[in-house]
Nanobody, 129 residues
Framework: QVQLVESGGGLVQAGGSLRLSCVAS????????MAWFRQAPGKEREFVAVISWSGGSTDYVDSVKGRFTISRDNAKNTVYLQMNGLKPEDTAVYYC??????????????????????WGQGTQVTVSS
């Protein structure tokens, strides 16, 4: 079992920044891939970013490349999403997710939410124009 708890969401003006955090507990954090997804009202859950166990491999959806950065601190069992240059279209509930089945270095195919075994409760990000 893995428990994931997100924090850091809020209301920000366009062009602003937020840093989301996701703290994991229950299994060895460094043994699995972590990702961020988001879901806007009326839309499907969308992949945002993924990071391998060591942080050596990352990937992003095209719409956030150059603005968002995913990172992790295995000593703190925490994955982060630094979001800069926020836009109104980034408004959504953001979820972190853990993949315990795939090899911990494997991020290929990471945009499929079915790959992930555990999800956090989500944190709301609202960007005003």
């Amino acid at each position: 079992q893995v428990q994931l708890v997100e924090s850091g969401g809020g209301l920000v003006q366009a062009g602003g920044s937020l840093r989301l955090s996701c703290v994991a507990s229950g299994r060895t954090f460094s043994s699995y891939v972590m990702a961020w997804f988001r879901q806007a009202p009326g839309k499907e859950r969308e992949f945002v970013a993924v990071i391998s166990w060591s942080g050596g491999s990352t990937d992003y959806v095209d719409s956030v490349k150059g603005r968002f950065t995913i990172s992790r601190d295995n000593a703190k069992n925490t994955v982060y999403l630094q979001m800069n240059g926020l836009k109104p279209e980034d408004t959504a509930v953001y979820y972190c997710a853990a993949d315990l089945k795939s090899p911990r270095w494997q991020i290929a195919g990471s945009n499929d939410p079915r790959r992930y075994d555990y999800w956090g409760q989500g944190t709301q990000v609202t960007v005003s124009s």
